[in-house]
């Protein structure tokens, strides 16, 4: 199967692999994925008191897509509010690496994993608050 | 491809357009002795076999005949118990389909394999389809057909039994022996699809209790689109003929002989008759080398019985790395993965999953398969290819990561999509 040149770049040098110290409280985690349906992403962002991504890590099982689709937004995330980066849509992550329609899912999974690390984050806010 | 314009510095270099080829269970190349001895027969000595009246014809005939005395004499079968055919697709159907139809008066249940390649379970499924029923045995976990369960499947109606001598995804050697003698014993008739054996595994029809195998040329270092059907003699076994026109093949398999095919075919079942002793010693040398050097990472399983399988075939399963991404990052090697990722339905074979295998291990696995031109320099690539790989996508994964952390994956709640 023919990848494009940005999955390639994504899958040969990956960025942002790696992982953030779950307990801490400016840390949100998504999860998503299974193995048996061949792709799990885990997603982790640090948050700043401004609601600003400051790091985004991530570590993916799956394919070449999956990987860069997930390597793709953890630049995107640095530097944008957690509801800016909410407001990600699959859509974009696929045009960007030009993902063909067998690989459509990889792009559905990043923007859950998105969505599931800010859920995290502000669950963990509005137990701080209530705190 | 700009890197196939400069000159290769080995033949090791990153090529993409030429990997280390490991996928001999998918095809061989032609041995070029082979290839020698069949091209005098597209041009020169173009004859029909069928044609009776010219020696174009009884030179082309001849050849047929030296050829069918090769395949019949790797398999200790007589020549004429040999009927060609187009490869092991057509010699399945011919003996599945033409067995079951012309014996469907004994009863209309047939026995295979949950393992079996898609060439048996297809035509089983089709003569369902016509009003047969059937057993799809689900093997051990470790490949193998348990006799005992065997034996229970068998119904007074069971007209057929099909089970192949070597897997083509995970190498495992069936007992056909035990599983002929216990067909016989109770009057049903036994095919074997062999296509991944000649030339790995003796074979001896004179001994063996088989009533049909099929073959193939293109596994055994012969061209593609040839191979043959034996059909015993003692006791005759009668299949119906599947094609029709013109009664070739004592009406078995009609169609003009495909000469230089066939040429090949012989050739290269002569060859390996001649050769595979000292050839499978070498490949299993390599083959231990190769399982060795991989076994030396963690949570590496070799899928199917370690004993009883062909040294040419090592599947193994690469714990918590996804087989897609697995395939993309060893570009310096051609081989197959157990997982059918390219569908958006997310596959794993159903070899393996037959094996019982989960689904993780399933998608993770890689079937490297060794052949005549394989040297100890690509095993040792191939080791080491691996080994970097595997570190750099468990780095990546999220599940070696919570199992290093000593989390039960088995217990995970996953969202599944």
């Known amino acids: 199967m023919a990848y494009s040149d940005k999955v390639l770049d994504h899958y040969e040098n990956p960025r942002n692999v790696g992982t953030l110290d779950k307990n801490d409280p400016n840390v949100g985690t998504g999860m998503v994925g299974a193995p048996a349906c061949g792709d799990v992403m885990k997603l982790m962002i640090k948050v700043n008191d401004s609601g600003i991504i400051e790091d985004a890590k991530f570590k993916t099982y799956g394919c070449g897509s999956a990987i860069a689709s997930s390597s793709l937004v953890t630049e995107w995330l640095k530097g944008r509010t957690i509801d800016e980066a909410y407001a990600i849509k699959n859509s974009e992550i696929a045009e960007e690496l030009a993902l063909p329609p067998v690989k459509i899912h990889c792009s559905v999974l990043a923007e859950d994993a998105i969505k599931a690390a800010v859920a995290d984050i502000k669950a963990k806010q509005a137990a701080k608050e209530t705190a | ?417």
């Open chain 2, 1 to 417: 491809m700009s890197a196939s314009l400069e000159m290769p510095v080995s033949k090791h270099a990153e090529d993409s357009m030429h990997p280390i080829y490991l996928d001999y269970s998918a095809t061989t190349p032609v041995d070029p002795r082979v290839a020698a001895k069949m091209i005098p027969y597209l041009t020169e000595d173009f004859g029909n076999p069928a044609s009776r009246s010219h020696p174009y014809g009884w030179t082309a005939e001849k050849a047929v005949e030296n050829a069918r005395e090769e395949v019949a004499k790797l398999v200790g079968a007589d020549p004429r118990e040999i009927v060609w055919t187009s490869g092991a697709t057509e010699s399945n159907n011919l003996a599945i389909k033409g067995a079951a139809n012309f014996y469907s008066g004994k009863g209309k249940h047939i026995i295979t394999v949950a393992t079996e390649h898609k060439a048996v379970i297809d035509p089983v499924r089709e003569l369902e389809r016509q009003g047969f029923e059937a057993t799809f045995l689900e093997p051990e976990p470790n490949g193998l057909v348990d006799l005992e369960k065997f034996k229970a499947a068998i119904r007074p109606d069971t007209v057929l039994a099909s089970v192949m001598l070597v897997n083509n995804e995970i190498g495992v050697i069936q007992d056909i022996t035990a599983i002929g003698n216990i067909c016989r014993e109770n009057g049903v008739i036994f095919h074997v699809d062999a296509a991944q054996a000649t030339g790995k595994v003796h074979i001896d029809l004179d001994k063996l209790p088989v009533d049909l195998m099929s073959f193939c040329a293109h596994k055994t270092y012969g061209p593609k689109g040839i191979g043959a059907l034996y059909v015993r003699r003692k006791p005759r076994i009668r299949i119906e003929a599947q094609m029709h026109g013109g009664g070739h093949e004592r009406g078995m398999r009609s169609g003009t002989l495909a000469t230089h095919q066939i040429v090949g075919m012989g050739e290269a079942f002569r060859i390996a008759r001649e050769e595979m002793d000292l050839e499978n010693a070498r490949i299993r040398r390599l083959s231990d080398k190769l399982l060795h050097g991989l076994e030396t990472m963690e949570e590496v399983y070799v899928n199917g019985d370690l004993e009883h399988r062909v040294p040419h075939n090592l599947n193994i399963s690469f714990n918590y790395v996804e087989g897609e991404s697995l395939i993309m990052a060893v570009k310096g090697i051609a081989v197959s993965s157990g997982s059918a990722c390219t569908s958006a339905s997310l596959e794993p074979s159903y070899v393996l999953r037959a094996l019982g295998r989960s689904d993780e291990l399933a998608h993770s696995s890689i079937r490297f398969s060794i052949g005549r031109f394989t040297t100890e320099d690509d095993v040792d690539y191939t080791i080491e290819l691996m080994k970097s790989k595997i570190d750099k996508l468990r780095e990546l994964s999220p599940l070696w990561e919570m199992f290093k952390d000593g989390i039960d994956l088995s217990k995970v709640q996953w969202a599944a999509h």
